[in-house]
């Protein structure tokens, strides 16, 4: 188990990161999981596929998956909510827009991992 002092400077292993763009997903373990090198990746794997391992191979150890991460989904089109005075009464803006408590609009689509523009 990782505590504070293994955390790396770009995130937790759990979370996709460009400098750690090799990935294995296990459902019955810890899901997607993130590593710098093909060698850390494939080891992880293995030490996961071994867990299926009981007094046979169960069959979901095929649902184990390995590979390198190129894309992830990003936010863009961000659009900030306006200020206050620029809402009506009900919360809406010029366009009929409601805000409600949101404080930006926005959509999301996958762009390359090591695209540093959001």
């Not at 296990?26 to 899901?31: F, I, S, T, Y």
């Not at 936010?75 to 809402?87: A, E, F, G, I, T």
Request: charged share 35%; aromatic share 14%; net charge negative.
């Amino acid at each position: 188990m990782l505590n504070k002092k293994e955390r790396p400077e770009d995130g937790w292993p759990w979370q996709e990161s460009p400098n750690r763009p090799y990935f294995f997903y296990d459902p019955e373990g810890d899901g997607f999981m993130y590593y710098a090198t093909e060698e850390e990746r494939d080891k992880a794997a293995d030490n996961a596929i071994h867990e299926y391992l009981d007094d046979g191979w169960s069959e979901d150890v095929t649902n184990i998956v390995a590979g390198k991460l190129t894309h992830i989904t990003r936010q863009c089109n961000v659009v900030s909510r306006p200020s206050d005075d620029d809402l009506d009464e009900d919360g809406c803006d010029e366009d009929g827009f409601y805000w409600s408590d949101f404080p930006c609009t926005c959509d999301y689509e996958l762009q390359p991992l090591n695209d540093n523009q959001a």
